[in-house]
């Protein structure tokens, strides 16, 4: 499966993005997703993820409560609703494709990624 990342831009603390994450080819429905981001000098991170009917997400600590994810599986596409962005969102953000029977949240265990969008927030 291919992934396109989209959605990423420059926006004000306090303020909100959706990022976009499109599939490629007629499986995507069969693949657990995950938004994963990377900062500079730093390692990949979990964001979150959502299992293949969309029935269980699971998010990382840090952005409870501010970041939804969703996914459209008519039109295999998965979405990252970021609000209340703070300065320390700031990242390039993957979108990633996992095959397992239940979400995964390290980096290695996701078998494709898309191209990453970057999100920058100001203080």
């Known amino acids: 499966v291919q992934l396109q990342a989209s959605g990423g831009g420059l926006v004000q603390a306090g303020g909100s993005l959706r990022l976009s994450c499109a599939a490629s080819g007629r499986t995507f429905s069969t693949y657990n997703m995950g938004w994963f981001r990377q900062a500079p000098g730093k390692e990949r991170e979990f964001v979150a993820a959502i299992s293949r009917s969309g029935g269980t997400t699971n998010y990382a600590d840090s952005v409870k409560g501010r970041f939804t994810i969703s996914r459209d599986n008519a039109k295999n596409t998965v979405y990252l609703q970021m609000n209340s962005l703070k300065p320390e969102d700031t990242a390039v953000y993957y979108c990633?494709?996992?095959?397992?029977?239940?979400?995964?949240?390290?980096?290695?265990?996701?078998?494709?990624w898309g191209q990453g969008t970057q999100v920058t927030v100001s203080s």
């Open positions: 990633g494709a996992d095959r397992r029977s239940s979400i995964v949240t390290t980096p290695y265990e996701y078998d494709y």
